[in-house]
T-cell receptor
């Protein structure tokens, strides 16, 4: 049973470019969460999605950031016009239906570096 | 007061020692509690859930104190491989989306 998968594991973008981060939840999981983690800081919640629905995006900046979880395919976190402050580790977590937010399983993360 | 607080440490202990961490939370209506372990530059991994009655998994014991609003993690007979950052997560009882709030983590270093 494959765990949560994220790709790419490392992403380098120049300021102003777009970054696309992908997350495939564990098999059978229908809830996806995106978090950002800066060095020496905790996990900051960004957005919570179910298939084709954004449930809670209260932690996601209103500008430049968007997320989706289509009926088919992985969840995508998209950052437009990246800035140096976007450099961080972005983790995706999934949880099974009916247990939203109770037990989360994390992917290996995508480390975004903006140059 | 922060929603979830942890002493960042580091806790520096010798192999074989017993060490305990606390995690305090501010929302008295919080419902679910977890401990995660995060190794350097890796993802958090679920270590254990914390139940009202407390729970034990091998050398690890987790407890919940609702009156004082904290959870604890006790590690007995520490191993070198226990060196990591331990994150607590607290989920509210209501609000719809059940988003957990994570503490910043407590760093543990076990030395020979």
């Amino acid at each position: 049973n494959a765990g949560v998968m994220q790709n790419p594991r490392h992403l380098v973008r120049r300021r102003g470019q777009e970054a696309r981060l992908r997350c495939s939840p564990m098999k059978g999981h229908s809830h996806v969460y995106w978090y950002r983690q800066l060095p020496e800081e905790g996990l900051k919640f960004m957005v919570y999605l179910q298939k084709e629905n954004i449930i809670d995006e209260s932690g996601m900046p209103k500008e430049r950031f968007s997320a989706e979880f289509p009926k088919e395919g992985p969840s995508i976190l998209r950052i437009q016009q990246v800035v140096r402050g976007d450099s961080a580790a972005y983790f995706c977590a999934s949880s099974p239906p009916g247990l939203s937010g109770y037990e989360q399983y994390f992917g290996p993360g995508t480390r975004l570096t903006v140059t | 007061r922060k929603e979830v607080e942890q002493d960042p440490g580091p806790f520096n202990v010798p192999e074989g020692a017993t060490v305990a961490f606390n995690c305090t939370y501010s929302n008295s209506a919080s419902q679910s509690f977890f401990w995660y372990r995060q190794d350097c530059r890796k993802e958090p991994k679920l270590l254990m859930s914390v139940y009202s009655s407390g729970n034990e998994d091998g050398r690890f014991t987790a407890q919940l104190n609702r009156a004082s609003q904290y959870i604890s993690l006790l590690i007995r007979d520490s191993k070198l491989s226990d060196s990591a950052t331990y994150l607590c997560a607290v989920t509210p009882a209501s609000g719809g989306s059940y988003i957990p709030t994570f503490g910043r983590g407590t760093s543990l270093i076990v030395h020979p």
